[in-house]
């Protein structure tokens, strides 16, 4: 008998060890999962896993390159990769970034078997890219989530089991992305233009992280890295601020014909390793107006109703309007 409640003890054990208990999961706001504390550190650690919704901000292939390469062994080179930014509605000012890497085992800590192989990564971006979203479209994002530079993002935490996949579902087409906020530099840069840092997200960098964001009257102090990715510098004439570029087919070497002063629209972002500073405006695309950097779906976003983008809301769009409707 003793050698029998023995046996089943071991493998009771054995069973425990094998089968792994049900990760955690709850519905959040982005408010409550990007909730920091005085160090700029992300505080939300109730739940193994979240469930967010709000308004998706741009097509995922304007920020990141999907293209995979499974050839690629440089440390810290993840190859393809796929984001997003979705922010919150109505109270829930804030908003989140979800991430998709191919090669995580090109990260020193992951296991050589830990990455896609091009058909595996072509794999998940067709599953993700399933419910055929845009900008504008409600959308609920349910996974795991890990913090880089200032963000809590919702990823696979590098690890390519389908354990850890996330999902993004398509909640309702055709809601309409939100109006950019306006900020002026005051707003986020002190009087010695240095980054204002609120750990309680009520104003700063913070406040606006995450969402669809707009400063007026700037110009730039260096656009020479001016392309794909590129890596700017706006100035109002006293304060600074940096523009990471994005790879829409708009933004390519020659493409910039901004005269001074120009308006700015993009997502605000933050990546540094000082998690209360690299504060940083993301444009997506560009459509070539000379007078607004932005994307032509943010543009419109910021002035509803002014079909033909000229900056005015008239007749001519009302027209315009009427013309379009058949298709």
């Given at each position: ?105 090109n990260l020193p800590w992951v ?116 392309g794909p990715h590129g890596e ?86 009302l027209v315009k309007l009427v ?5």
């Open positions: 008998m003793k050698n029998i409640i023995f046996l089943t003890t071991v493998l009771s054990l054995a069973l425990g060890a094998i089968v792994k208990a049900a990760p955690t999961v709850a519905e959040v706001t982005h408010s409550e999962f990007q909730a920091v504390d005085a160090s700029g550190e992300h505080t939300y650690n109730a739940t193994d896993k979240v469930v967010l919704e709000g308004i998706l901000l741009h097509n995922p292939a304007d920020m990141l390159d999907p293209t995979p390469d499974d050839t690629i062994t440089e440390t810290f080179n993840l190859g393809g990769a796929w984001q997003i930014f979705f922010q919150g509605e109505g109270d829930d000012h804030a908003g989140t970034a979800v991430f998709l890497g191919q090669l995580y085992n296991a050589p078997d830990g990455g896609y192989s091009n058909e595996e990564f072509i794999a998940e971006l067709s599953r993700l890219n399933a419910a055929q979203f845009g900008p504008g479209d409600r959308i609920r994002v349910t996974g795991y989530y890990l913090s880089y530079k200032g963000k809590l993002n919702i990823n696979e935490q590098h690890n390519n089991n389908p354990d850890h996949d996330f999902t993004v579902e398509l909640l309702e087409r055709g809601v309409g992305l939100p109006r950019p906020e306006v900020v002026m530099l005051d707003e986020l840069k002190n009087v010695d233009d240095d980054f204002i840092f609120d750990p309680n997200r009520q104003r700063g960098g913070e406040y606006y992280q995450a969402r669809l964001t707009k400063i007026e009257d700037v110009y730039f102090i260096d656009a020479n890295d001016w700017l510098v706006i100035t109002d004439g006293t304060k600074t601020f940096g523009v990471k570029l994005g790879r829409g087919n708009g933004i390519y070497a020659g493409s910039n014909n901004l005269t001074e002063p120009f308006d700015i629209i993009g997502v605000m972002d933050q990546e540094s390793p000082d998690l209360t500073n690299g504060y940083r405006l993301y444009v997506m695309n560009y459509d070539g107006n000379g007078s607004v950097l932005a994307s032509r779906e943010h543009r419109l976003a910021d002035k509803p109703g002014d079909i033909n983008l000229n900056g005015v809301v008239d007749f001519v769009d013309e379009d409707w058949p298709k």
